[in-house]
């Protein structure tokens, strides 16, 4: 099983700030998906990448194969972008998706 | 596009009754879903993965008598919850996937907003 590891687990940061947060994983990837999540539980997919770097946005992910890590980046940070942040890779197979432990975010004003 | 409801989006039942949640992919056929479970502050757990016509399979630990999936046509997937106790009570989640495309080395998944449970 692809070990999925997330850091920080939390994290407060004042409102304009730029965050980070990270993610590495164990095992070969097909893929990976980074997973907003807010309190109500809803789950809204950010991203999907399998190489690089993508933007959306004041957000920003990125991806390292050879060293099986991606960071999501929130540039001007806004209290609404207070949510937990989840990271899930995809296994070489394609077919199933692995979640780390998310990262919960709070944005204050 | 790829938008995948649940309903209903709350639940609040007696223990001992049963309850079925319903996920759907609006505007794709999807091929499999995928049904998990999410404790407070705990990451999502696969609980089972069903693919159109054909019987779910369960990860390790997850009963599947008492965790009922039909997955009957390629929009429609359900969860029934059967004989539900208070430690069902739980956030469930499901997340469906298109049909492949060919150029594709992962089949994508589409979540649905999630069904509160809560068991008396």
């Known amino acids: 099983k692809n070990e999925v590891e997330q850091s920080p687990q939390n994290l407060t940061a004042q409102e304009g700030e730029f965050i980070t947060i990270n993610c590495s994983y164990s095992?070969?990837?097909?893929?990976l998906h980074w997973l907003q999540q807010h309190p109500g539980g809803g789950i809204v997919s950010l991203f999907m990448?399998?190489?690089g770097k993508k933007k959306h946005g004041r957000l920003i992910a990125t991806i390292n194969i050879q060293e099986k890590h991606s960071s999501l980046h929130i540039t001007a940070s806004h209290p609404r972008d207070s949510a937990v942040y989840i990271c899930?890779?995809?296994?070489?197979?394609?077919?199933?998706?692995?979640f780390g432990k998310g990262t919960s975010l709070l944005v204050t004003p | 596009g790829a938008v995948v409801s649940q309903h209903p989006s709350w639940v609040i039942c007696k223990s001992g009754t049963s309850v079925k949640i319903e996920c759907r992919s609006l505007?794709?056929?999807?091929?499999?879903m995928f049904w998990y479970r999410q404790f407070p502050k705990q990451s999502l757990m696969l609980m089972a993965t069903?693919?159109?016509?054909?019987?779910?399979?369960?990860e390790q630990g997850v009963e599947k008598d008492k965790f009922l999936i039909n997955h009957a046509s390629l929009t429609l997937s359900t969860l029934t919850v059967t004989s539900a106790h208070p430690e069902d009570s739980s956030f469930y989640i499901c997340?469906?996937?298109?049909?492949?495309?060919?150029?594709?080395?992962?089949?994508?998944?589409?979540f649905g907003p999630g069904t509160r449970l809560t068991v008396l």
């Open positions: 997340s469906a996937t298109p049909l492949v495309l060919a150029e594709s080395s992962y089949n994508e998944q589409f």
């Open positions: 505007d794709f056929q999807a091929t499999t």
């Open positions: 899930a890779v995809y296994s070489n197979s394609g077919y199933a998706l692995n």
């Open positions: 990448l399998s190489s």
């Open positions: 095992v070969g990837i097909s893929a």
């Open positions: 069903s693919n159109e016509g054909s019987k779910a399979t369960y």
